[in-house]
């Protein structure tokens, strides 16, 4: 828009930015999980020597799952899976995360993906068993992982 007035500029920027933005939010919907409890899962227990070993081996490891200001999303399950194809525990860590929010976000990826929560660090950082009786999903594409994780 070309318009002497400034005032009316800015104003259709920012209606233009605010559509842009409602438009962006519709497509990113379709890629968020639902908070509908699936089937019940009972994890495993593991003994304190264990958990102590798991939680040293999983704080030397390299592998690690950066998650962003989207939070937990099927993408960061699948990434999970993939991890677990060749190490026993993975580290996930959020960046922008509020006080308290990594407890939620802790027992959702832990309920998602079906594995043990060893160790929450003070630094953001969540560290996650496979489990002994792990079985990787089937499925590959992160798109119909979602699909599959919301039935």
Not at 24 to 37: A, D, G, M, N
Not at 110 to 119: C, E, M, P, Q
């Amino acid at each position: 828009m070309n318009s002497p007035n400034p005032e009316a500029r800015i104003g259709y920027k920012l209606e233009k930015a605010k559509r842009k933005e409602a438009w962006l939010i519709e497509k990113l919907r379709k890629f968020e999980v639902s908070k509908t409890p699936g089937e019940a899962y009972d994890p495993e227990i593991l003994t304190e020597e264990e958990k102590h070993y798991l939680k040293r081996t999983g704080e030397k490891k390299k592998n690690y799952i950066p998650v962003g200001r989207r939070g937990v999303f099927g993408g960061v399950v699948l990434n999970m899976h993939l991890h677990w194809k060749k190490h026993e525990t993975v580290k996930v860590t959020f960046k922008p995360c509020k006080p308290g929010q990594i407890h939620e976000y802790a027992e959702e990826l832990a309920r998602l993906s079906k594995g043990i929560v060893i160790d929450l660090k003070p630094d953001n950082t969540i560290i996650f068993y496979r489990g002994k009786n792990y079985v990787q999903p089937k499925i590959t594409r992160s798109r119909v992982f979602v699909l599959d994780l919301l039935q």
